[in-house]
């Protein structure tokens, strides 16, 4: 299976989780999209939510 393509996500945010976000990632040894990523993915398994690429990649054609 190809990896998915990337998509583009703007999004405001409050200056102190940015920066919170930012010492995360730096103490993670990650870029701070991909920290964002990881959190994402731990907080879908945590909930039960399941991220599917090939769910994705089908509403994305639509």
């Known amino acids: 299976m190809a990896a998915a393509k990337s998509t583009t996500l703007t999004l405001r945010i409050d200056p102190s989780l940015k920066e919170a976000l930012r010492t995360a990632a730096?103490?993670?040894h990650r870029s701070i999209t991909n920290m964002l990523?990881?959190?994402i993915r731990d907080y879908?398994?945590?909930k039960g939510i399941e991220i599917s690429k090939q769910q994705i990649a089908k509403k994305q054609k639509k």
């Open 44 to 46: 879908c398994s945590n």
């Open 37 to 39: 990523e990881v959190l």
């Open 26 to 28: 730096e103490q993670e």
